[in-house]
């Protein structure tokens, strides 16, 4: 089946696939899709959809929904990036812009766990910048239990959902981004 690794690693000698659970498990279960509920009746306005989004998602298949998902409702601007460090390497580039970064990236949409470089750890370097901070932070992972959301809050994150609840996310980005 296409589109069912995310990456390969070599450990001790040996290569590792490492798969995209989510493709695999909506595969198997459709049910287990990305819930579109409270995204039914959202649209982008006319300022909303030329707003920058930055998406951080190493499943192709999650990342692929995700910015299908946006581009429906009519954004128009989306960067989708499948690790932490290449979002970093792109949003980075804004540090000490000269007027309202927001402009240039208006908010980032990261998954938790990917390879490279984490989306704690992506949201705690664009929080602890001056310039970006200002930029809102969504955490979008599976990964989002009690400890978890504690460890998002304390780097920083804007909101958090838990996958596969990107109807309640996209209502709440187009709610901050008006």
């Not at 999650?62 to 499948?82: A, C, H, Q, T, Y």
Request: glycine share 8%; hydrophobic share 40%; proline share 3%.
């Amino acid at each position: 089946t296409t589109g069912i690794a995310t990456g390969i690693a070599k450990v001790d000698g040996k290569i590792l696939v490492i798969l995209d659970f989510e493709k695999i498990v909506s595969d198997i279960n459709k049910a287990a899709g990305l819930d579109l509920k409270g995204a039914e009746n959202a649209k982008a306005t006319a300022v909303t959809a030329e707003k920058h989004i930055v998406i951080v998602e190493d499943s192709q298949f999650l990342n692929k929904m995700i910015v299908n998902s946006l581009s429906d409702i009519g954004f128009k601007e989306i960067r989708s990036f499948p690790n932490g460090k290449e979002a970093w390497d792109y949003i980075s580039q804004f540090s000490g812009y000269n007027g309202d970064v927001t402009n240039c990236v208006a908010a980032v949409i990261t998954d938790i766990e990917m390879p490279q470089m984490d989306g704690h750890h992506l949201t705690k370097l664009i929080k602890s910048d001056p310039t970006l901070k200002k930029i809102p932070v969504f955490l979008f992972s599976s990964l989002i239990n009690e400890q978890m959301y504690q460890k998002g809050l304390s780097v920083g994150a804007d909101e958090q959902f838990s996958k596969p609840q990107i109807g309640m996310l996209i209502e709440r980005l187009i709610q901050i981004l008006s």
